[in-house]
């Protein structure tokens, strides 16, 4: 823990979850984390579309959404940042308050609505981001767009050429419409449109550019099946499994359980990972799988990578147990691969995905 976050923690706990985001992000961007952690053990290194990261874990998307915080949060040492969801124009998100927190379960759900300063102002900071992190930029559409696809191509095109990949999100709860491109024809155009963007980028810069999808946990079985077929025919880089549900498990717990909006943390580890490994099982090897949701700890990320994840992001994870989170996950995560007798990490990937099971509802 840095010594802002032991000063600054049970201060930020008693704030509104929001305006107590905006504080940590503020100390970050001025550069309060203290001193630089260690480098992650090289054990942990890893390659994913043809880029080299130095350890499998990121923070995903939304904590930074418009790269503020960008080299403080390398130095808590992060193998890579996601920042976004940006959309191509500014605009403000739903009202407040529209983010809660489910201590008893370390869970949040929130309902911002894609609140982005827009791709000027982002562009603007990741011109001068550092080089030496690996930095992925998620793109989404304004609410009121005439058309997603449109706004999600722009955001490509914009901030290609200043991050190593982009990450398409069709599966924020908050944004009516957005999710319907994860399946049916919806999804072919947009597979062929972000297709077609992300090769104006790779013509422009003469370099490639690793494009990921990033999907809810709440699909069906068969609107699985639907979205692996469409992405063997259109593939992508990477699939990001995945992102906040609008599921309430019956045990969830705390004054704020019938918000409306996406749930994340604890209770998101077991259906995303089940639908990590059912597309583990259907997917080309080509596509690497991103394992997100519920991790907060070394024995959660490992289990994400047995279940098919290449790389593993957290978010709510951090939000609780603060900074320090990510070397104890970095230290567990190098002995359980030692400990394992695989030669690295990469051989670890999907060695569990036959035995987690499938209990999603066939539509
Ligand atoms: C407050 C909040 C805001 C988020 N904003 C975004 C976003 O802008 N874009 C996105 O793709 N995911 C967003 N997410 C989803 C996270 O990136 C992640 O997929 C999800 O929270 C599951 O991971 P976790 O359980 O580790 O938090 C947000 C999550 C939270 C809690």
């Known amino acids: 823990m840095s010594y802002i976050e032991a000063l600054a923690g049970p201060f930020l706990r008693r704030l509104a979850p929001e305006t107590a985001h905006h504080l940590a992000l503020r100390v970050l961007e001025a550069g309060g984390v203290g001193p630089p952690g260690s480098d992650p053990d090289p054990i942990l290194a890893t390659e994913v579309a043809g880029v080299s990261f130095r350890s499998p874990l990121g923070l995903a998307a939304g904590f930074d959404k418009d790269a503020r915080a960008v080299p403080a949060l390398r130095q808590i040492g992060f193998g890579h940042i996601e920042i ?55 793109v989404g559409c304004n609410r009121a767009t005439a058309d997603p696809i449109v706004d999600i191509s722009e955001g490509i095109i914009r901030l290609g050429s200043l991050v190593d990949y982009v990450c398409v999100n069709v599966s924020s709860p908050n944004t009516p419409g957005l999710r319907d491109l994860q399946t049916g024809s919806a999804l072919d155009r947009l597979l062929e449109r972000i297709r077609q963007a992300r090769r104006e980028v790779e013509d422009a810069t003469s370099r490639p550019l690793p494009l990921f999808l990033k999907i809810a946990p709440d699909l069906t079985a068969s609107q ?57 099982r259907i997917l080309p090897r080509s596509i690497t799988l991103i394992g997100i949701g519920g991790v907060s700890g070394a024995t959660d990320a490992w289990r994400k990578i047995e279940a098919g994840a290449g790389l593993v992001q957290l978010y709510t994870g951090f939000v609780y147990q603060g900074t320090g989170l990510i070397h104890q996950i970095h230290t567990g995560l190098a002995k359980l691969v030692r400990d394992s007798g695989y030669p690295s990490l990469a051989a670890v990937v999907g060695t569990g995905s036959d035995a987690i099971g499938e209990a999603r509802p066939h539509a």
């Open 84 to 138: 976004g969801t940006v959309t191509p124009r500014p605009q403000p998100g739903n009202p407040r308050p529209r983010m809660f927190r489910l201590r008893a379960q370390e869970a949040l759900i929130n309902r911002l609505g894609f609140p982005s300063e827009g791709l000027d102002a982002v562009a603007a900071r990741l011109a001068n981001r550092p080089r030496d992190l690996v930095v992925g930029a998620n």
């Open 224 to 280: 699985t099946e639907d979205l692996a077929e469409r992405l063997i025919r259109q593939p992508v880089d990477g699939l990001a499994v995945s992102n906040t549900t609008v599921a309430r498990p019956a045990t969830l717990t705390g004054r704020y359980r019938g918000e409306v909006g996406g749930l994340s943390g604890r209770p998101l580890f077991e259906p995303s990972t089940r639908l990590l490994a059912a597309l583990y």
